[in-house]
């Protein structure tokens, strides 16, 4: 089914063939005409499933419709846990509203930075994509008001949940008007989940999309027994060995990401972290040098992965295993995309190897596992 099948104006089409967008996937075909016609929607599947272009899309057409309101009386708001996703989705709006015939002002405001220039951009907003606590400090000094709302986007509705932002949510909602569409999005439908999405939505369109665990039949697994002292030697080796040009590295926590990239640039490799502790700039620019291919190695947390979406990207290493099952679908997701191949790598020492056992029977898929000792 072709993006022209779905409803969508001869200014989005030739947007989305300017950008080589040619076929909708699944969660797009099924959201697209629901959104177009104001239906309330919750969205279940994976990242990288197309989740944001499936909403995107459907309101810059109805914004191309939409009545002009008062000055910081935004149309739309989106709701999102992390920096990293507002700056996101904030792209994939003005990537599609280019060329448009009605303008659309899309902006993106978190916390860690300035408020005070966030407070004067909101002028003339359409879009707003916030991240909750800094939305109602903005709310609270009357920079942008909620009256006048027409649709609100949970955006990785199970995170914000996760991440403690319930009560912030509730006090939003609480400031929107009662008649407005509801787009809920999330990852997985957890309890919490369950619950926020029978007082929200109305009516909803349900679109569940079977988990293909982020395409990992595209990726080759491999991991390797390795003590906590020797991964760093084994880490560059690995980084030498298979020419890696390009390779994002997950750490469980800000500590170690620091640790590994001071052992990197020690050794005259190309290295940054990108984690909860660093400036909003910092951040920024290190996600932008790896995704545009001028920064080869990238060491990321948990948390910031969720907003590092390269088609390309070849290599994942686990420096460490995550607690859970699914964030370990999850990080190693981050390569193999779109139909490209890729290659996960984990590190594991002796005491892990339960742990290991338990994440492979979840994924349900074994992992060939070499001891490190064997390959030099």
Do not use: C, W
């Not at 001869?10 to 959104?35: R, Y």
């Not at 594991?348 to 030099?376: A, P, R, Y």
């Amino acid at each position: 089914m072709p993006f022209s099948s779905l409803g969508l104006s001869p200014d989005l089409l030739k947007v989305l063939s300017n950008q080589s967008f040619t076929d909708p996937t699944p969660i797009q075909e099924s959201a697209i005409p629901a959104i177009l016609n104001k239906k309330d929607i919750l969205g279940i599947a994976k990242t990288g499933s197309g989740k944001t272009a499936s909403y995107v899309l459907p309101l810059l057409m109805n914004l191309q419709a939409a009545s002009a309101l008062r000055n910081r009386h935004v149309n739309v708001l989106v709701l999102v846990p992390t920096r990293e996703l507002a700056e996101q989705v904030k792209e994939v709006f003005h990537t599609f509203s280019r060329g448009l015939s009605v303008p659309v002002k899309t902006l993106a405001v978190y916390g860690g930075v300035s408020i005070n220039p966030q407070m004067t951009s909101l002028q003339g907003v359409n879009v707003l994509v916030a991240t909750p606590g800094r939305l109602l400090e903005l709310v609270d000094s009357n920079a942008v008001h909620l009256s006048s709302i027409e649709t609100l986007v949970l955006d990785e509705a199970d995170k914000m949940l996760n991440l403690g932002f319930k009560e912030e949510v509730d006090k939003i909602i609480a400031l929107l008007p009662e008649k407005r569409q509801n787009i809920l999005l999330s990852a997985t439908l957890s309890a919490d989940l369950q619950q926020i999405h029978q007082v929200l939505l109305h009516d909803p369109m349900v679109i569940k999309i079977e988990s293909q665990e982020d395409s990992i039949e595209q990726i080759n697994q491999v991991a390797y027994i390795v003590s906590d002292e020797k991964k760093g030697p084994f880490l560059r080796y690995l980084i030498n060995h298979h020419e890696m040009k390009q390779v994002l590295i997950f750490a469980s926590s800000v500590k170690t990401a620091d640790a590994v990239v001071n052992k990197l640039r020690k050794n005259n490799f190309d290295a940054k972290a990108i984690h909860s502790k660093k400036s909003q700039g910092a951040r920024k620019e290190a996600l932008y040098l790896f995704k545009s291919g001028k920064l080869r190695i990238l060491v990321a947390t948990d948390l910031m992965g969720r907003g590092i979406d390269i088609d390309q990207l070849p290599f994942v290493i686990n420096y460490e295993l995550p607690r859970s099952p699914k964030d370990y679908v999850h990080r190693i997701g981050r390569t193999g995309r779109a139909g490209n191949a890729g290659e996960a790598i984990s590190l594991v020492n002796t005491d892990e190897l339960h742990h290991f056992e338990v994440i492979q029977k979840k994924m349900g898929k074994q992992v060939k596992l070499i001891d490190s000792e064997s390959v030099k």
